[in-house]
């Protein structure tokens, strides 16, 4: 008997057809004699329909009472299946973050879990219950509830299973597997069997939102295997594990497309040390977290600085830039959001030379100009117009060998 982890996306519960039809799947796991834990989100659409609800209530809405407001997706959806489970006469029961014992820390709309209680579980599990759970939540040490940024309930999967010791963690979604790139920009993209967890978190990183950021990092910590598939299908997936011999040998693995940055250049910047800190020191102090930064050198002990942001903090950037760039004396500040961060990834690459420039001739043969650059030791960015973002991942595709073969 095997203890499974099972998580629902948004397009696999939304609506009530769609939640029997995950019923159907959780029975039919349950019927083969698996214990199992169900991690739901909310139905798709409705955290942004509640997002935008919140807007018209308030310009910039109270973080804590947006927590509670979003968290509300997944009660719903929880309660449902768990509705449709008992109907049909299964055990079953309902929980959300805090009754599951997921406790976090207190930063509102992008929470970490602390550590899981797992007691209401296990004595549900115990009782012969199939355990749904309200993903993307959790409550801080005050029992004000929080949620775990976009995507969350896939964390909320993975550390319900590493607490548990579950034996497999299932992500539940609307393609069936981690492809090499976005199957949706790309017509040539080819699922992936097993992928590492170091490629599979540069990958989410760089904005492949197949999994959420923080899944990987909790699954790469606990050696939680985590398997991605479909659920419209039977077909098995992708197995997220640690690097092994079989996996396929390519320097370049995956490549992705991030659309969620835009730009932020402060010019004629005081060319003196202590700058860089008087900036970056208050967007740190906000929460926003600074992706690329570039400092251009000019002449007459002035400097450019480029850094990109995520768009959602774009606004609070921009005023916290302005200030800042008052308070050191007459910088122009000029703004991009039309932007784009295309990356390639792979293990491959600690031993390849010679990736970065296959990279550039690829974007130049379509004359895509490179507005920033930045590396790793497994992968490379760079940032060009957003126009240019798909065409740019298919032509990437092909260089690096990824097409099927014909
Ligand atoms: P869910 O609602 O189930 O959590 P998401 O929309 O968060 O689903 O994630 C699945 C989506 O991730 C896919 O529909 C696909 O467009 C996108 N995606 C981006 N990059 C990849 C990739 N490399 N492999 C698979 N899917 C990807
Ligand atoms: N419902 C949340 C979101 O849309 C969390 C999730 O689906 O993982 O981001
Ligand atoms: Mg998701």
Redesign the pocket.
């Known amino acids: 008997m095997a203890l499974r982890v099972q998580k629902y996306?948004?397009t696999s519960v939304a609506d009530i057809e769609h939640i029997n039809h995950v019923a159907d799947r959780v029975q039919k796991a349950h019927d083969k004699g698996d214990k199992l834990v169900v991690v739901l989100?909310?139905m798709s659409g409705?955290?942004?329909s509640l997002i935008s609800l919140a807007k018209q209530a308030s310009k910039r809405p109270d973080k804590r009472e947006l927590d509670a407001l979003l968290a509300t997706?997944?009660q719903t959806t929880a309660a449902l299946l768990a509705m449709i489970l008992k109907s049909r006469g299964y055990k079953a029961k309902s929980f959300l973050g805090f009754q599951a014992g997921i406790h976090t820390d207190k930063t509102s709309g992008k929470a970490r879990i602390l550590d899981i209680n797992g007691q209401n579980i296990q004595s549900a599990l115990k009782e012969g219950n199939i355990a749904v759970v309200a993903?993307?939540q959790g409550a801080d040490e005050d029992g004000t509830i929080t949620t775990l940024g976009?995507?969350?309930?896939?964390t909320s999967a993975v550390a319900i299973a590493s607490s548990l010791k579950a034996d497999v963690c299932e992500i539940f979604t609307d393609v069936d597997g981690v492809y090499t790139t976005d199957p949706r920009i790309c017509s040539n993209a080819r699922k992936i069997n097993k992928i590492s967890y170091e490629e599979m978190l540069e990958m989410a990183i760089l904005g492949a939102k197949v999994l959420?950021i923080r899944s990987v990092e909790f699954a790469k910590k606990y050696n939680v295997p985590i398997h991605v598939r479909s659920s419209f299908s039977e077909e098995e997936g992708t197995m997220v594990v640690n690097e092994s011999s079989d996996m396929e040998s390519v320097v370049v693995s995956g490549i992705t497309c991030d659309m969620n940055e835009a730009r932020i250049t402060l010019k004629k910047v005081p060319d003196q040390p202590g700058v860089s800190a008087k900036i970056f020191t208050p967007l740190a102090e906000a929460e926003i977290c600074v992706d690329m930064i570039i400092q251009n050198t000019r002449s007459g002990g002035e400097t450019d600085l480029t850094f990109t942001v995520p768009k959602d903090d774009f606004e609070q950037a921009k005023e916290i830039s302005h200030k800042v760039a008052k308070n050191l004396g007459a910088v122009e500040i000029l703004t991009a959001e039309e932007i784009a961060k295309v990356s390639v990834i792979g293990l491959g690459m600690k031993s390849h030379s010679g990736v970065a420039a296959t990279m550039f001739q690829a974007l130049a043969s379509e004359n895509i100009n490179i507005r920033l650059i930045s590396t790793s030791e497994i992968r490379i960015s760079c940032i060009i117009l957003a126009k240019y973002a798909e065409l740019a991942v298919r032509t990437l595709h092909t260089a690096f060998g990824l097409d099927p073969e014909k």
Request: proline letters at 0%; glycine letters at 36%.
């Open positions: 996306g948004g989100s909310a409705v955290t942004d997706g997944e993903g993307f976009r995507g969350g309930s896939d959420q």
